[in-house]
């Protein structure tokens, strides 16, 4: 009976993770147009916009960071290295969510800004995550708001290791903030072809009331 017991509550519990997990939207189907992306997920747009009046950094630099880092997966982590091929073992990091986080600054952030209910696995506060870090990394190492790329280089190595110059050595780091920086500018030109649509979309939104 006890042993029933156990397996009905087991079943429910994956269940209920399974219904949690339903919850995050699936990946834009086209990450290479931002209008798409925000069309698919109008919420996201937002996020991105509510982050950009807060902290600065523009809106297709935040996308452009997560696009590189999770390719909008909202609960993707680096995989297990394998033993024998087949047997898993440790993540190569604590990395986590549509910013790829990592467990000591998330948590800085968390205690920071973000609350202790802010979770990686939420646009809202990846979005605003980014910006955090970014107004950061403009602070510490004096790296403009418009310039994903070295944006991307501190983000990816940190404010002292960017400033050491840690990415010199890094080739794929440079090749993904290369990256970064084109796929931003794609971004801003396409928002700027459509953002009205997400500026003014709710009922109340009309003249000095849409931001």
């Known amino acids: 009976m006890c042993r029933l017991l156990r397996a009905g ?15 995050a939207p699936s990946p834009p189907a086209d990450q290479s147009n931002l209008c798409e992306i925000f069309r698919e997920q109008p919420r996201w747009y ?9 902290w600065g950094t523009p809106i297709a630099t935040q996308m452009a960071i997560i696009q590189q880092e999770s390719s909008f997966q909202s609960h993707v982590r680096p995989p297990r290295k394998r033993y024998l091929g087949f047997i ?7 990395a986590r969510g549509y910013a790829q986080a990592l467990d000591p600054v998330w948590g800085e952030y968390r205690e920071e800004e973000g609350g202790a209910l802010a979770r990686r696995s939420h646009m809202k506060h990846a979005t605003d995550f980014i910006g955090w870090y970014n107004a950061r990394s403009r602070r510490q190492a004096g790296i403009s708001l418009n310039n994903p790329e070295h944006l991307y280089l501190a983000y990816h ?9 840690s990415y010199r050595g890094k080739p794929a780091v440079q090749r993904a903030a290369r990256q970064v920086a084109a796929r ?3 971004y801003q030109a396409q928002l700027a072809s459509c953002e009205e649509e997400f500026r003014c979309r709710r009922f109340y939104q009309f003249g000095p009331f849409c931001r």
């Open 46 to 54: 937002d996020h991105a916009k509510a982050s950009e009046e807060r």
């Open 157 to 165: 190595e940190g404010a002292g290791g960017y400033q050491r110059g």
């Open 9 to 23: 509550l087991a079943a429910g519990a994956l269940a209920l993770l399974g219904g949690c997990a339903a919850l």
């Open 88 to 94: 898993p073992g440790p993540r190569p990091s604590s």
């Open 184 to 186: 931003a500018s794609r």
